[in-house]
């Protein structure tokens, strides 16, 4: 028996008699045989055990001993089972079958649970069937030590607020199988919170729970507690920093196992720098004394330009020995290259990736269209293999392992995605794809569920009333709902069901909606003869055929779906009972069923407004504006910008696979619009504030648009920078002699006061504020400027968290006047 080096890999080479293993083994009477002392041993044994019996409906026998006759899968670590060599890396393991067993070995603990889970995933199982076909003995090793996932108990998630500790921890195991080393809980200091209305106990006693669960499989505990993010907290002075560390040493206290305590500098926390360091120096003698082990590490999202500045030439100079490192997380003003060269070697980076969002997020959807953004929410079910791969990759030089930032189970296969590429980012994802699909799907079912997840990333991609694909993969997840075993228990069939059916839905209402609007424009065109009253009326009756669902068997198929994943899941899909989300941004999908794919809510606005106005010219005129919006006039241009094939003439500084952040080129941007009847008449009359992150806005909340205003579709879109990225738009070919004016819609979350520049040169307008309400703004561009038959126009931040702008016409026009 000797060890050879194979593609990368490190397989064991066995004797002739032993490479008989390609031959496939009956496991249905195995025995599973484990004599090690380690609990996480005994504990990978009954995971092997319970999983393979939950997928083949054969219970194996657990024994200390071998039998005298009959297969034997050996379970232990190198110090039990010495005859089978594995890399001497921690959490390494092999599979292999030597002398007649099938030897499931690792390095330590935690390599042999990685054994068991890796035979989960290579056993073939049907009812009464369990069997295996080894071609090669397997000898693997992670390939960075943090593979971590946030599963919080809290009201924000959409379903582990819901879940029991059993279904916590099935989920767990579900993730170890794939390599998930490590979990992180998030903390509450009041230990009788209790924040949202389907949890069954409080905040602290489920993490205590949960901590403890963690613990006995031998996998880290991590805990995210931010810094002054609850009200009074500040550590700012001696008083409150010592009330804070009183209040810190109870939850610690509490808790049975902490390996690592992540304080976010940001998001949730509003610590500034220079005194959440000595804080946390403070904070680290108490944890040692509670958790002699446990190890503190730190992000800087959301600092500012000086706190980055202050936090980095405080690792620089002072070297804490506390602090274990940093994490990479959303709203970090710098890209992770800058991150990983100002950070000093001695620590490493672990990366807090946001793979369960899809918009206002680290990590935006790429060519997504504007009927899915404003739709399927910010936490749709969103299996992104191609995407999280990618995202993986770009950064793997950079970073030391990662802690994944989710609220649901809505990005199952995002984690499990991240699990394989931490443990081998060379993975062939199909397989991985198909792997995925047999271990909860069945075997007869692996290549179908593969081809179907990938299915459902391709109908993100591009305009939605071209996509091929959503047909297609529509059709096979009802193929695969048909015949997957125990459909009404199997979460994960319901859910990739439910995505294509909603995906399917949206094309059918965007096409619809698409014709409604052109039957109420074509209306409008004929007010002149009609007169204006009859026309807008004509016109409300076109768009209202909306209130009637465009694909009604699809509709009533989401619907059915809803109480089969909260029974299976707790998947919490709308606001109202029995669901119960916290709120519509949080997974409650069906709650945006009704949401307009068209102008509608903007065009009933305007026509309260038109009809209010004294004399038929004035009407007409404004009617006239509604039927030409985007016309630029002949030699003009007009851009929206943020959606799919309406903005060429934006500069992207770097391409997406450069820059999947967006943190130093331009991206795309969405509003949080909801535009149902029922959240109009909420928020007619209120003020609307933005769901703010940085300090930096805070003085500006108080200048937020009072009242109701309706977004064009063109409003709902936006291109936007960070963190002082110019936003620049670029002509070409214009009319040298002609005289243009600059047409700009103002309009995003963000409420930014930008600069806007001409070639470098010509100084449009100084700091100006997002209008409100929103309307374009027209300025005179300078002849001089687009003499040379081009123009490049580039607005700069001068306050917010970035630039934003939805709409820009470039007209052609003797009449320089706006």
Not at 311 to 327: K, Q
Request: aromatic content about 10%; charged content about 20%; proline content about 7%.
């Amino acid at each position: 028996m000797y060890c050879k080096i194979i593609g990368g890999l490190l397989f064991l080479v066995l004797s002739p008699a032993a490479a008989m293993a390609a031959s496939t083994i009956d496991l249905s009477s195995a025995t599973i045989v484990t004599d090690s002392p380690s609990p996480v041993v005994a504990k990978a044994a009954v995971m092997l055990q319970e999983e393979l019996a939950e997928r083949s409906g054969i219970t194996l026998p657990i024994a200390k001993s071998a039998p005298a006759d009959g297969v034997v899968i050996r379970l232990g670590t190198s110090a039990d089972i010495s005859d089978v060599e594995v890399p001497q890396k921690p959490e390494s393991y092999a599979v292999a079958v030597h002398k007649g067993e099938v030897c499931l070995v690792g390095h330590d603990a935690r390599g042999a649970l990685y054994a068991a889970g890796r035979l989960i995933r290579l056993a073939t199982y049907r009812p009464g069937v369990l069997t295996l076909k080894l071609d090669q003995p397997i000898v693997s090793s992670p390939d960075v030590p943090i593979r971590a996932h946030q599963l919080a108990y809290r009201n924000t998630a959409n379903t582990y607020d819901a879940w029991t500790v059993g279904m916590y921890e099935q989920y767990i195991r579900d993730l170890i199988i794939f390599g998930c080393n490590g979990v992180e809980l998030i903390s509450n200091l009041d230990a009788n919170a209790k924040d949202g209305p389907v949890m069954t106990e409080t905040m602290r006693s489920r993490n205590v729970a949960l901590s403890e669960l963690i613990r006995s499989y031998g996998i880290d505990v991590w805990v995210w507690s931010p810094v002054m993010a609850i009200e009074g907290e500040d550590v700012t002075t001696p008083e409150g920093t010592a009330k804070a560390l009183a209040l810190r040493r109870t939850f610690l206290e509490n808790y049975p196992a902490i390996d690592h305590l992540f304080i976010p500098g940001g998001d949730d926390g509003d610590t500034p720098a220079e005194h959440l360091m000595p804080f946390l120096e403070k904070l680290s003698v108490v944890l040692k004394e509670i958790h002699p082990n446990a190890k503190i590490w730190v992000s800087n999202q959301t600092f500012t330009l000086e706190e980055n500045d202050y936090f980095f030439d405080y690792l620089a100079s002072n070297s804490p020995d506390w602090l274990a490192g940093l994490v990479y997380g959303p709203w970090i003003k710098m890209g992770w290259e800058e991150m990983r060269e100002r950070t000093p070697t001695r620590y490493p980076i672990r990366r807090y990736p946001d793979i369960n969002h899809t918009v206002r997020c680290q990590y935006p959807i790429p060519n997504w269209d504007p009927a899915f953004a404003h739709t399927i929410g910010r936490e749709p079910v969103m299996p992104m293999p191609k995407m999280q791969s990618h995202i993986y990759h770009r950064y793997l030089n950079v970073s030391d392992g990662f802690g994944t930032y989710s609220d649901g189970i809505h990005d199952d296969l995002n984690k499990q995605v991240w699990n394989v590429l931490g443990w081998d980012p060379q993975a062939d994802m199909d397989a991985a794809l198909e792997e995925y699909g047999k271990v909860w799907f069945g075997v007869d079912l692996a290549k179908d569920v593969a081809e179907g997840l990938r299915g459902l990333e391709a109908n993100w991609s591009g305009p939605i009333l071209e996509n091929t694909a959503i047909p297609r993969t529509l059709a096979l997840w009802e193929k695969i709902a048909k015949r997957v075993p125990g459909f009404d228990k199997n979460w994960r069939a319901q859910m990739y069901l439910f995505r294509a059916r909603f995906d399917a839905n949206v094309q059918a209402e965007a096409r619809a909606q698409k014709g409604y609007e052109a039957q109420a424009l074509a209306a409008l065109a004929d007010a002149s003869q009609t007169g204006v009253s009859q026309a807008i009326e004509n016109a409300r009756a076109a768009l209202a055929q909306a209130d009637r669902p465009a694909a009604p068997a699809l509709r009533s198929g989401l619907e059915a779906l809803g109480p089969l994943m909260l029974e299976s899941i707790g998947y919490q899909l709308s606001v109202e009972p029995p669901y119960l989300a916290r709120n519509s941004e949080r997974g409650a999908m069906l709650d945006w069923l009704d949401q307009p794919l068209n102008n509608r809510p903007w065009l009933e606005q305007r026509f309260e407004a038109i009809l209010a106005l004294p004399n038929q010219a004035d009407q007409l005129a404004q009617i006239d504006t509604i039927l030409n919006w985007e016309d630029p006039g002949p030699g003009g241009f007009y851009d929206d910008l943020g959606t799919i094939g309406k903005y060429s003439h934006v500069i992207s500084q770097r391409s997406w696979e450069e820059d999947p952040s967006g943190n130093h080129t331009s991206r795309v941007a969405f509003p949080n619009y909801k535009a149902d009847a029922k959240t109009i008449a909420k928020q007619t009359g209120q003020t609307e504030k933005d769901d703010l992150a940085f300090k930096e806005e805070v003085a500006r909340v108080a200048g937020a648009h009072t009242g109701r205003q309706e977004l064009r579709g063109s409003w709902q879109t936006q291109i936007t920078t960070l963190y002082g990225t110019p936003l620049k738009m670029r002509y070409e070919g214009l009319d040298p002699k002609a005289q243009y004016r600059l047409k700009v819609t103002y309009a995003g979350r963000f409420r930014p006061s930008m600069t806007l520049t001409l070639n470098d040169e010509f100084g449009i307008h100084g700091p100006v504020a997002q209008p409100a309400p929103i309307w374009p703004v027209s300025y005179h561009v300078p002849q001089a400027a687009t003499r040379g038959g081009t123009l490049d126009v580039e607005w700069n931040l001068v306050d917010g968290r970035g630039c934003m702008v939805s709409e820009v016409w470039l007209i052609k026009s003797d009449d320089a006047a706006p």
